[in-house]
T-cell receptor, first 113, second 114 residues
């Protein structure tokens, strides 16, 4: 089935460690790609998005993501995490021809001070 | 603050009951999406309305329905509630001018069915 996969379900890091969260999708054709963050008790906030062009996308709060078409991947990175980055991170895709988002299962990031 | 508002924030009800969740999109956005977030199913798309018309359907149960009013606010109606309907219900809105629109999410309504 066509889907979005986030392989890391729970990640624990110390402050200042580097972060990379994996996201793979299985749709062919042109897709739009997003990373959303959900802080505890809050709503989903857009971190960054990719529609076309430069495959390295910079978002808010020092996050970036790289689209690798050949690998159907859109991994999220941050060079140095902070305690305030503790949250759940969702990768999402607009499948071709559809406006609704298909989400991955989410990755819970816990940053220890 | 995304500009999308949802009421109520929390809703506790009993099995078999019916509830209505409300969403007001960002100013200027014509499209409203409803998503359900549950522990076992994750985040799933339910239904989309655009300028008052149903545009797309996802994994929405027949017991659930939605509508979008002329002022563009939307309501999600959940009936014959079951324990498994307990979840966080989000709405999102977008301008819907192109295929590269971004959806902005509201704070959600947490529904607990007892």
């Amino acid at each position: 089935a066509q889907s979005v996969s986030q392989h890391n379900h729970h990640v624990i890091l110390s402050e200042a460690a580097s972060l990379e969260l994996g996201c793979n999708y299985s749709y062919g054709g042109t897709v739009n790609l997003f990373w959303y963050v959900q802080y505890p008790g809050q709503h989903l906030q857009l971190l960054l998005k990719y529609f076309s062009g430069d495959p390295l996308v910079k978002g808010i709060k020092g996050f970036e993501a790289e689209f690798i078409k050949s690998k159907f991947s859109f991994n999220l990175r941050k060079p140095s995490v902070q305690w305030s980055d503790t949250a759940e991170y969702f990768c999402a895709v607009n499948p071709p021809g559809r406006r609704a988002l298909t989400f991955g299962s989410g990755t819970r990031l816990q940053v220890q001070p | 603050d995304s500009g999308v508002t949802q009421t109520p924030k929390h809703l506790i009800t009993a099995t078999g009951q019916r509830v209505t969740l409300r969403c007001s999109p960002r100013s200027g956005d014509l499209s409203v999406y409803w998503y359900q977030q549950s522990l076992d199913q994750g985040l799933q798309f339910l239904i989309q309305y655009y300028n008052g018309e149903e545009r797309a359907k996802g994994n929405i149960l027949e017991r659930f329905s939605a509508q979008q009013f002329p002022d563009l606010h939307s309501e999600l109606n959940l009936s014959s509630l079951e324990l498994g309907d307990s979840a966080l219900y989000f709405c999102a809105s977008s301008v819907e001018r192109s295929s590269t629109d971004t959806q902005y999410f509201g704070p959600g309504t947490r529904l607990t069915v007892l």
